[in-house]
Every structure is written in C-alpha cells, then in structure tokens.
C-alpha cells in the first residue's frame, strides 16, 4: 500500500494563479483533510470531508476550494494564491469509528507564492 | 476552548540524555483522545501514540514513555537514552471528533552526538 500521497511535492506560483493540489489515499479510508503548517504554528484544518461527494469547512478555509469527486481523491484548490498561502500543505486519512481515530498523513506540498 | 500547549519551542541535549516533551491541554469534553506525532528532518508526519481520555494508564514503547495526567491535563512524552535519530520536532494534539483535531505548535528537539 502506497498510503496517503500527495502531488506535486514542490510547487512556485506568482500571486494571482492558480493552482489544484491532488491527495490519494489507498486505505479505503472515509475522512480526508488538508492542513497547511506554518513556522510556530502547527498544523491547521483548512478542510475536510467525511465521505465521497462531502466538503465542510475547517479552521482556516478562506481562499481555498476542496473536491471530492472520488473516494480515494481529496482535491485542494487555490483559484487566486497570494503570498499568504505560502506554506507546507499536508493532506490526511483516517477510518471511521474507533479505527479511525489516528490519522495517517501524507508527505506534504512545499508551496511558494511570489 | 480547545487548545494544545506546547511550552517548549526548542530543547537540546546530548545523546544519551533523558528528555521529556511537555504537552497541556484544555477541552471541555468529558470524551477526548490524545496522540503525539513526529516530524523528522525528511517532512512527514509520523503517528506515536494516542490515549483516550478514560485511559489513564502510562505507557512504555522501548525508550519512549508517555504520561497523562488529567489532573493537570497534561500528556508529556519522555525519550530515555536520547538518539541522533530522535532529532524531529514533536507534536502533541487533542481529538474531539473527526474533525475537531488540534495540534500543539510543534517541539524541535535537537540530539548532539
């Protein structure tokens, strides 16, 4: 099993353009999430969806867009970066019920808005 | 509210030390879950332990031990004989429910040879 991966590892964006970070999981897991980390500041909820066809909102999801279209495939969106969204972008699974309690993450999205 | 302390931004020591990683918490759910996970130099993020909040026990993991108290809502994490390969930042977090996880803003731990 691959795990949680997430595509592309890297990525340098001019404010302004946009951009769709792609996260598979092949746990057959229900929950998704992203987060983004930033220095001193841990990881925050930006979204996340409880099954195939579900978004809600997290913590912080202003100027961020999620699909899940698929079960496997959790979607982020950046319609306009700004430098604010430079950041380490991690996505993760967990299951349902007391299996799903830890989540599994993947190996993150270093961003870069110019 | 809920929230995740982590006091300690950085600590270093020398290999073969004894280190605890200090965690406090605060909720006001009577049901809740605990983990730490660790990020090594190389990014991701790997899962430790978690406890839930009617578990009271410590527990040991070969040099790692975890002790949560209740009483002062803490959950601190020891390293006994600290190893180079133990340098990552540690982070502690609380789990109300899928989508109630709070993370601690991180303890980078250094391990001198």
């Known amino acids: 099993n691959a795990g949680v991966t997430q595509t592309p590892k890297f990525r340098v964006l001019k404010t302004g353009q946009s951009m769709t970070l792609l996260c598979a999981q092949d746990?057959?897991?229900?929950?998704m999430y992203w987060y983004r980390q930033d220095p001193g500041m841990g990881l925050r909820l930006i979204h996340y969806s409880v099954g195939e066809g579900t978004t809600a909102k997290g913590e912080v999801p202003d100027g961020y867009n999620v699909s899940r279209l698929k079960k496997q495939n959790f979607l982020l969106g950046l319609e306009s970066a700004a430098p604010s969204q430079t950041s380490v972008y991690f996505c993760?699974?967990?299951?349902?019920?007391?299996?799903?309690?830890?989540?599994?993450f993947g190996p993150g999205t270093r961003l870069t808005v110019t | 509210a809920q929230k995740v302390t982590q006091a300690q931004t950085e600590i270093s020591v020398v290999e073969k030390e004894d280190v605890t990683l200090d965690c406090v918490y605060e909720?006001?759910?009577?049901?809740?879950?605990l983990f730490w996970y660790k990020q090594p130099p190389s990014g991701e993020l790997v899962f430790l332990i978690r406890r839930n909040s009617f578990d009271e026990q410590n527990e040991i993991s070969g040099r790692y031990s975890w002790n949560f108290q209740k009483s002062t809502s803490s959950f601190n994490f020891t390293i006994t004989a600290s190893q180079v390969v133990d340098s990552a930042v540690y982070f502690c977090?609380?789990?109300?429910?899928?989508?109630?996880?709070?993370f601690g803003s991180g303890t980078k731990l250094n391990v001198k040879p």
């Open positions: 993760a699974s967990s299951d349902t019920g007391q299996a799903g309690l830890e989540q599994y």
């Open positions: 746990m057959n897991h229900e929950y």
């Open positions: 977090a609380l789990r109300r429910n899928f989508n109630k996880f709070y």
């Open positions: 909720t006001r759910d009577t049901t809740y879950y």
